[in-house]
């Protein structure tokens, strides 16, 4: 399937501080979703992006998505410990528009 | 409650085994996904269902079989010929062909001894 590069692979912070994930495409995306997986469970839907240069924000978290739509990125503001666990972004590919999965981020952060 | 569960969470099985994994989704999604996952590692796919009596091969399908006779039912078998069958595999659903999120089971951690 088509690649998709994520950075960095761990990341340790502490509490307080922000976080920042990167994913980068070589080709252009129709649209990205972003995952958390916390530690031993299973991976959750954070949000979808689609449209060139889009912001969105959950809470704490924003997620942008480039201009070229190539590139996204997962910023968290203050981290919590409960912000713990794997981020994963997602692109469809493939004529049945499976998901390919990015390596992952692993935040831990540190009280 | 809708969801897709599967089962069992741990699995233990000796080398040379086959051994099925089970997973069932009451979400009435078309599109139904098996992944594996290595410790630290990102989701790799090993088959997927579109519908119904149709399933293709993923990134890493070599020692893996599945079926797709029911909508709600989609059962991985790690066969004796996949060379390192250990791993924690997770199962996910979608509504399909929209680009939709995937809603993922709890995940089945396999051990091979």
């Known amino acids: 399937g088509q690649q998709v590069m994520q950075i960095p692979q761990y990341q340790h912070v502490q509490e307080g501080e922000d976080f920042t994930t990167y994913c980068n495409s070589s080709?252009?995306?129709?649209?990205i979703q972003w995952y958390k997986q916390r530690p031993g469970g299973h991976p959750v839907f954070l949000i979808q992006?689609?449209?060139?240069?889009e912001v969105k924000k959950q809470k704490r978290l924003t997620f942008q998505f480039g201009e070229a739509k190539k590139n996204s990125s997962l910023h968290i503001t203050a981290t919590q410990t409960t912000d713990v666990g794997t981020y994963f972004c997602?692109?469809?590919?493939?004529?049945?528009?499976?998901?390919?999965f990015g390596s992952g981020t692993q935040l831990t952060v540190l009280p | 409650d809708g969801g897709i569960t599967q089962s069992p969470k741990y699995l233990f099985r000796k080398e040379g085994q086959n051994v099925t994994l089970s997973c069932e989704q009451n979400?009435?999604?078309?599109?139904m996904y098996w992944y594996r996952q290595d410790p630290g590692q990102g989701l790799r796919l090993i088959y997927y269902?579109?519908?119904?009596?149709?399933?293709q091969k993923g990134d890493i399908a070599e020692g893996y079989s599945v079926s797709r006779e029911k909508k709600e039912s989609f059962p991985l078998t790690v066969t004796s010929a996949q060379k390192n069958p250990t791993a924690f595999y997770l199962c996910?659903?979608?509504?399909?062909?929209?680009?939709?999120?995937?809603?993922f089971g709890q995940g089945t951690r396999l051990t091979v001894v």
């Open positions: 269902s579109q519908i119904v009596n149709d399933f």
């Open positions: 997602a692109r469809p590919s493939g004529s049945a528009r499976q998901l390919t």
């Open positions: 979400l009435n999604h078309d599109a």
């Open positions: 992006l689609v449209k060139s240069g």
């Open positions: 080709t252009t995306l129709s649209n």
């Open positions: 996910a659903s979608s509504i399909g062909g929209r680009d939709r999120e995937a809603f």
